[in-house]
Structures are given as structure tokens and as C-alpha cells.
């Protein structure tokens, strides 16, 4: 992140947006940026594999169903854009510390100690424990207390929608693969479906 915070800064930030006051390697103009950096990539990501999976995966029978809710695509654009920004916060907190020097990211394979095996080893490691930390903290937010509590007011935010259109999937989608594997992107249920079952 710290090239792409180069280019950023060289290209955009530098020349329009900060004053000359603001250090390139300040702090907060950093993490400023870095926000914006990531937010940005985050809307175009979101809307770029969002329409595809809605003209290419998504079940549009879906929309038929007695309970869609008038404007729910819309609507779940709306919510998805307006959390964006909050859910991105740790990622950005990541981004800075690495921009800080406070990692072990190389800018070549000769400045690993341990040249492609480490970083090779590197890579598997971090999704292994990446994809366990999803799995845990998927398998604590369903313990019976907090799930009752937390998942009534996360997995239906917009109130009583009980058909799942792709536009808010795609988010759960993402942050839900490593936990469920093989599952398509339409199939979560929220928790007052459940009851109807």
C-alpha cells in the first residue's frame, strides 16, 4: 500500500488537495489518505463484482417473491455505502501501520531472509490464519447470547427483508467464503426466516 500511497500522493494528493503545510509523510495525512485511497477502491470493487453478480449470478425470480421489499436494491446500495466507511476503518488502521514501517512486507525477493520459500510460506501462513480468525470470530457471533442480541440487528438491517438480494450479499458474501465454502451468494436466510421454517 505504501507505492499505491506514493502515487496517490504525487498524482492527486500533493497537488490539489493538501496544503503545502501538510507533510507527505505526517501522520494524519496518511491515514487521510490512505481512508480515501481504500474507500475508493472499496465503492469500485463493490459496484464492479456487485453488477456482474447481479446480471450474471443473481436469481432474479427472487424479485417476484411476496416479501421483496419495494426499492430493496436501492435500499441495500444505500445501507452498504453508508457502512463502507466504518467497516474500513480497521483495514485502513492496517494500511497505516504497514505505510509506518511496522511490517515485514519486502520490496523484492532478495530482501527476505529466507528468499521464495519464506515468502511463499509467508503467503500460506497469512491466509490460514486469516481464514481461522474469520472462522472464529463467525463461530463466537453465534453464541446463543450474542447471537441473539447482535445477528437480529446485523443480518437484517433495513428491517424485515427476508429475500436476499445481491447488492448487500456481496458484502456478507466476501466476508463470509472462508467460513462458508461451496455456498452461492443468495442463500443466507436471516434470523425471523428462520422462525417461518
Known amino acids: 500500500m505504501d507505492i499505491v500511497l506514493q502515487h ?90 504497514e505505510v509506518q514501517g511496522y511490517s515485514r512486507l519486502y520490496d523484492n525477493i532478495d530482501s527476505s531472509p529466507y528468499g521464495w520459500f519464506g515468502v511463499i510460506l509467508s503467503m500460506i501462513s497469512f491466509l490460514f490464519f486469516t481464514d481461522m480468525c474469520i472462522y472464529w470470530i463467525h463461530r463466537f457471533l453465534h453464541y446463543k447470547l450474542i447471537y441473539k442480541v447482535l445477528c437480529v440487528h446485523f443480518e437484517s438491517p433495513r428491517g424485515g427483508d427476508l429475500v436476499n438480494t445481491t447488492e448487500l450479499s456481496e458484502v456478507r458474501w466476501i466476508l463470509r467464503l472462508a467460513a462458508h465454502r461451496g455456498r452461492g451468494l443468495n442463500d443466507h436466510v436471516p434470523l425471523k426466516a428462520r422462525s417461518l421454517r
Open 8 to 97: 496517490a500522493d504525487f498524482y492527486f494528493f500533493t497537488p490539489y488537495v493538501y496544503p503545502i503545510t501538510w507533510p507527505e509523510d505526517g501522520p494524519m495525512r496518511q491515514f487521510l489518505s490512505l481512508l480515501a485511497v481504500t474507500n475508493l477502491g472499496a465503492v469500485i470493487l463493490y459496484f464492479l463484482f456487485g453488477t456482474l453478480s447481479y446480471w450474471f449470478i443473481f436469481d432474479h425470480s427472487l424479485k417476484k417473491h411476496p416479501q421483496f421489499l419495494e426499492n430493496q436494491v436501492r435500499r441495500e446500495i444505500k445501507y452498504t455505502l453508508s457502512s463502507m466507511p466504518w467497516i474500513s476503518i480497521p483495514t485502513v488502521m492496517l494500511f497505516f501501520a
